[in-house]
């Protein structure tokens, strides 16, 4: 019993004032009573460990060694040499495409934001008044986000074609001379491939909202219309604010989606031409033969801190709901 | 670390290589024994071997071959070419096929990790990046037999830094003017030899209501040929040599000329180009006849479906230089290259040297459909189609011979990050400040890391 006492106060009490105890008796550490038996350790450890492990194997260890080879020069074949900054040096001085790609992901983020996104949960809205056909509305605007970026990519090829376009043939400007180049013209095309995107980014939001809003508790509704507010006013000051964990999702996705743009600026030109983005110029720096794998690392850095942002602010609000 | 781990694993695939010459220089000699030291099914093969006389010295074996050829027409070409050899030679050949994007864009750890013992591939600067890199076994011997049915200028294709031989070229296809004959009977036009007569035919046809030039760009690569055709009539084979592998520098006022003739040409070009795909582009001149002539290699063809038959084709117009009796042209070369550590070097090797030769060659571009022409001077046109014969008639009258741009300058620079982007650039704004333009790719080519 005193043995136990002993050991609990060295435990609880600093080191320096226990040292005397401690002294005087030479095991205490033996007697380490745990909470935990044998079998609770070794599940923690497995549970942390595993999911640690993943972490370090496939997310650190890429992060930190594109971090490491955007300080070198390397074609992905022969030696790795390390160059200090230089790969930074040239991407701000002589790599044309570095700045309008960084102006295009920001164009992008604004335009999912303030225009793809609000139109999304504007129609999730519209479809949740259960007006006659809804369900056929919700499949028609859902359609795209099920469809691969590849097809969706060649259906607006046929939409913005020069000669055979859809577009240019309602409008009547397929003639030489008259014609519109949605795809070839560098200030026209990055708003052509947006529009594209958004058709499949308002589907998107469009579901995510409209599942949030079948979970609003009818009964706010009808205690607001009793108080008297209209529709308008429901939504702004009831649901709005009761949706409030949905909203942050959408937040999330919109800016991840604006952040991973690619595929569709890829595949009409690889991400020529108007339509820089920074994945496309990691992507176009690092695949095929002869590679500036270093090169392109330094750009996927870029785009590595421009994430950060967004991922502190997430965690740090999703933290602090938890905490509280 | 991971730089000290790079050159040890390339010293490495270096002294494999260099093992699987030794191994197959003692086996490509007189040695009785099949030498295939591995991978050899023993159990069936054993038997055959020790009956088979070692004079007839087919090095009879197993070979793996990879493949970028994905779609069905030049798949069954490669299969054709493979079927004939294996009878030829008794090698027995897997062909691995793989997408053709994913090929191009994966060739480098494909290279890298264990790859089939042949592959197919591009000559020029592309073949020589992975000898340079180790990556690729030199066949010296294999050429030491082919050679005989190759031009000189084949054999500089296929040789890299070391003057060593690296690949069999196979294929090739010129870059050419192709045109809707019925049009140019219709409308009574003339094929243009100078660059006064296609300016002129091109205002005729302008009037007529036609485009004179079909032109897309949307994919960045067709610009470039339009490139070379300009540089090497203006300025010669060996300047667009020189400038393609960066001992001229591209700020040089001969270039500046190429750019202004260009801008001063794009009036008889179709407008909107990056806009358009390279196959809208072909549509438009040799399915529906609203362009007049289309200048593109000789694939483009393949656009015009039906109507093939009817496609015709010149060399692009002289103009006038000292340059004229070179009368050099695009004419890129496919072939097939020996990777680092073959499985079976003796078996791959014999393969090669049957591909080598014109008849395997002509078992590859007499497979229907295809359109390419066998390199071999020696090669028997008389089985070709009409289109195949106009090509082979066009590639006889080029004094020299250019790749394209992307394979004969250095990947990096020709690829999407570089000169796709600057011609883009080109297009969009022809009037643009060229001395400007031209500084900023000279500026984009130094910063290029130097290639080994």
């Given at each position: 019993m005193a043995n136990d006492r002993t050991a609990r106060s060295a435990s609880a009490t600093p080191p320096a004032a226990a040292g005397g105890v401690a002294a005087t008796l030479p095991a205490p550490k033996k007697k380490h009573y745990s909470l935990l038996t044998r079998r609770d350790t070794i599940t923690l450890w497995l549970m942390a460990g595993i999911p640690t492990l993943v972490v370090i194997v496939f997310i650190l260890v890429p992060t930190v060694s594109s971090i490491v080879l955007s300080f070198t020069s390397w074609n992905g074949v022969g030696a790795i040499k390390f160059v200090g900054a230089q790969n930074y040096i040239d991407l701000v001085q002589t790599y044309k495409p570095f700045f309008p790609a960084l102006a295009h992901n920001v164009i992008w983020l604004l335009f999912f934001l303030f225009i793809a996104t609000p139109l999304g949960m504007f129609l999730a809205v519209l479809l949740d008044k259960n007006i006659r056909g809804t369900r056929i509305y919700q499949s028609a605007i859902y359609m795209p986000v099920v469809l691969s970026l590849a097809v969706v990519g060649f259906i607006w090829f046929l939409i913005y074609a020069p000669e055979q376009g859809l577009l240019n043939n309602v409008l009547g400007r397929t003639e030489q001379g008259n014609q519109i180049s949605w795809l070839g013209n560098p200030s026209l095309n990055l708003w052509a491939v947006l529009i594209a995107a958004s058709w499949r980014q308002v589907g998107y939001v469009m579901v995510l909202y409209l599942a949030g809003l079948k979970g609003v508790d009818p009964s706010l509704r009808e205690a607001a219309a009793i108080d008297g507010a209209n529709e308008r006013q429901t939504f702004r000051h009831v649901v709005f604010p009761v949706m409030a964990p949905i909203n942050m999702v959408i937040l999330v996705i919109t800016v991840i989606e604006s952040l991973r743009a690619f595929d569709l600026a890829f595949i009409v030109n690889k991400g020529l031409n108007g339509l820089e983005l920074l994945s496309t110029l990691v992507t176009n720096n690092i695949i095929g033969e002869a590679s500036r794998i270093g090169f392109g690392s330094a750009i996927a850095v870029v785009l590595l801190v421009i994430s950060v942002g967004p991922i502190i602010f997430y965690l740090f609000r999703t933290l602090r709901e938890e905490i509280q | 670390m991971v730089g000290l781990a790079a050159p040890w694993r390339r010293n490495g695939l270096i002294t494999?290589?260099?093992?699987?010459?030794?191994?197959?220089?003692?086996?490509?000699?007189?040695?009785?024994?099949?030498?295939?030291?591995?991978?050899?099914?023993?159990?069936?093969?054993?038997?055959?071997?020790?009956?088979?006389?070692?004079?007839?010295?087919?090095?009879a074996g197993d070979t793996t071959l990879g493949s970028n050829e994905s779609d069905a027409v030049p798949k069954a070409a490669v299969a054709a070419m493979v079927d004939y050899c294996q009878t030829q030679t008794g090698v027995n050949v897997k062909v691995n096929t793989t997408d053709h994007n994913t090929f191009q864009n994966q060739?480098?750890?494909?290279?890298?990790?264990?790859?089939?013992?042949?592959?197919?591939?591009?000559?020029?600067?592309?073949?020589?990046?992975?000898?340079?890199?180790?990556?690729?076994?030199?066949?010296?011997?294999?050429?030491?037999?082919?050679?005989?049915?190759?031009?000189?200028?084949?054999?500089?294709?296929?040789?890299?830094a070391d003057g060593k031989t690296y690949f069999v070229p196979v294929y090739q296809y010129p870059w050419v003017v192709l045109y809707r004959k019925s049009l140019f009977t219709e409308k009574g036009y003339t094929i243009p030899k100078t660059m006064d007569e296609f300016k002129a035919l091109g205002d005729k046809m302008k009037a007529d209501g036609l485009v004179p030039l079909a032109f897309g760009d949307q994919d960045g690569w067709p610009a470039m040929g339009t490139f070379d055709i300009l540089n090497m009539r203006m300025n010669g084979y060996t300047f667009h040599m020189g400038l393609m592998n960066g001992t001229e520098k591209w700020s040089d006022p001969r270039v500046k000329?190429?750019?202004?003739?260009?801008?001063?040409?794009?009036?008889?070009?179709?407008?909107?180009?990056?806009?358009?795909?390279?196959?809208?582009?072909?549509?438009?001149?040799?399915?529906?006849?609203?362009?007049?002539?289309?200048?593109?290699?000789?694939?483009?063809?393949?656009?015009?479906?039906?109507?093939?038959?009817?496609?015709?084709?010149?060399?692009?117009?002289?103009?006038?230089?000292?340059?004229?009796?070179?009368?050099?042209?695009?004419?890129?070369?496919?072939?097939?290259?020996?990777?680092?550590?073959?499985?079976n070097p003796e078996a791959a090797k014999a393969l090669l040297k049957c591909f080598g030769t014109p008849e395997a060659q002509l078992a590859y571009v007499l497979s229907p459909g295809l359109t390419s022409v066998a390199v071999s001077p020696l090669a028997d046109t008389s089985k070709y189609t009409d289109v195949q014969k106009a090509q082979a008639e066009i590639l006889k009258g080029a004094g020299f011979i250019a790749q394209f741009l992307d394979r004969d300058a250095r990947a990096d620079f020709a690829g999407p990050s570089g000169m796709q982007g600057f011609l883009l650039s080109f297009l969009n704004d022809p009037k643009q400040d060229l001395d400007k333009f031209l500084g900023e790719i000279q500026a984009y080519y130094d910063t290029l890391p130097p290639q080994e």
């Open positions: - | 494999l290589a260099s093992l699987a010459i030794i191994v197959s220089a003692c086996g490509g000699g007189a040695s009785p024994t099949p030498a295939a030291p591995s991978a050899a099914p023993p159990a069936s093969e054993a038997p055959a071997a020790s009956e088979a006389p070692p004079a007839s010295a087919a090095p060739i480098s750890s494909y290279l890298q990790a264990k790859p089939d013992d042949v592959a197919k591939w591009f000559a020029g600067n592309r073949v020589r990046f992975f000898a340079a890199q180790g990556l690729l076994s030199p066949i010296d011997d294999v050429w030491a037999e082919i050679e005989k049915y190759m031009t000189p200028g084949l054999k500089v294709a296929s040789t890299a000329a190429v750019f202004e003739k260009w801008a001063e040409l794009l009036p008889y070009f179709q407008e909107g180009a990056p806009g358009r795909t390279w196959q809208d582009a072909a549509k438009l001149a040799l399915v529906d006849k609203k362009a007049g002539m289309y200048f593109l290699g000789t694939f483009a063809n393949e656009q015009a479906g039906e109507n093939a038959p009817d496609v015709g084709f010149f060399p692009f117009p002289l103009m006038g230089t000292q340059y004229d009796s070179e009368n050099a042209i695009d004419a890129p070369i496919d072939g097939f290259m020996l990777t680092g550590n073959p499985a």
